[in-house]
């Protein structure tokens, strides 16, 4: 198995890390949309203390990725399917976008890349899904599959690098295995990985990159 799971904890363990550890998530999925917001900025926020010099839409997206990090932990145990991917996306692209919540019926383009992916279409979708889920890998890896399929197929109009993001970090708390973040040490190789497979279509050297950098866990 080229990408086996690094920790097996029990739900407990997989909940308290999770807690332990959502707001370094939502941090990360600030930089990833290369917002403008400090870890200290973003803790502060999510505290529920106004940050002076902050962009009121920065604070939104923040307090939108809190909004999605609490319904992912109070719906652990819930099916992983497109309309629970909708959901998430509902939250965490609540007044970013022109719809959020649910798929795209327009062109996008990606900064940094000639590549236009399709408008995504519910049923393929949802197939697309399916089969990363029903796939004989490790959980980790499915993981990866997800969020390299949802960054790449930009399902929504905004908010597909964290919605996926979410989405696999769902899949590896159900299972126990640990948690999904890229840390500011790794976040601009990450970019490069990223756009390279926007480019290229080839998964295999981002996942490879996430499973060495980004997969954090604990040692018992």
């Given at each position: ?20 550890k ?13 917002r ?6 973003t ?9 002076p ?16 990090w609490?319904?992912l932990?109070?719906?652990?145990d ?10 998430l ?15 795209r ?5 990606i ?5 236009e ?15 990363i ?20 197929g930009q ?16 899949i ?8 999904l973040?890229v840390?500011?040490?790794h976040m601009?190789?990450?970019n490069?990985?990223?756009?390279a497979y ?7 050297p ?6 060495q ?8």
């Amino acid at each position: 198995m080229k990408y086996p799971d690094k920790y097996r904890l029990t739900a407990d363990e997989s909940r308290f890390l999770a807690r332990k550890k959502w707001d370094e998530n939502v941090y990360c999925g600030m930089r990833m949309e290369n917002r403008a917001v400090t870890f200290p900025q973003t803790k502060t926020i999510l505290s529920g203390v106004n940050v002076p010099g902050v962009q009121l839409d920065d604070i939104q997206a923040v307090l939108n990725m809190r909004d999605a990090w609490r319904f992912l932990l109070g719906s652990i145990d819930e099916p992983v399917n497109l309309a629970y991917m909708c959901r998430l996306n509902e939250y965490i692209a609540r007044n970013e976008a022109l719809v959020w919540g649910k798929l795209r019926t327009g062109k996008v383009g990606i900064s940094g890349t000639d590549y236009e992916p399709p408008v995504p279409v519910w049923e393929e979708a949802e197939a697309a899904l399916s089969a990363i889920l029903a796939d004989g890998v490790s959980d980790t890896e499915k993981a990866l599959n997800v969020f390299t399929w949802g960054a790449r197929g930009q399902l929504f109009w905004d908010g597909n690098k964290r919605t996926s993001l979410t989405l696999a970090n769902k899949i590896m708390i159900q299972a126990g295995v640990g948690i999904l973040t890229v840390t500011d040490r790794h976040m601009e190789e990450f970019n490069v990985q990223l756009l390279a497979y926007y480019n290229t279509g080839e998964a295999e050297p981002l996942k490879m990159f996430l499973y060495q950098n980004a997969i954090q866990g604990i040692q018992l």
